[in-house]
């Protein structure tokens, strides 16, 4: 049995946070060299402060200080724990009802 930081390492390789990231709708309004530039989900404030650096897979937000991974985004948009998302994510990225479309990239 995987332990939750082996699930956690096998999501953030099967789940770039990019496309992720854009899924969920809210404005990014930049791109730049492979990163977003957009507004933050997770305070109110129209500036754009919130980065996601697709390389190294994980946000940052340089107002609120909102801070992590892909399993990180999906708890803290969904009001989860790490280890919910987790299992949400695996779901949805094993679920052929639901497939993670961009899994292995573009
Ligand atoms: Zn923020």
Redesign the pocket.
Known sequence: MATWKERRAALRAAVPLDPFVREDGFLLLEEKGGDLQGT?P??D?DRP??YVVSSRGFFH?F??G?HGDVVEYQAKRADMTDEQAIEHLERRVMDGDEPIKYVGGE
């Open positions: 933050c997770f305070h404030n402060t919130f937000c107002d609120c909102a």
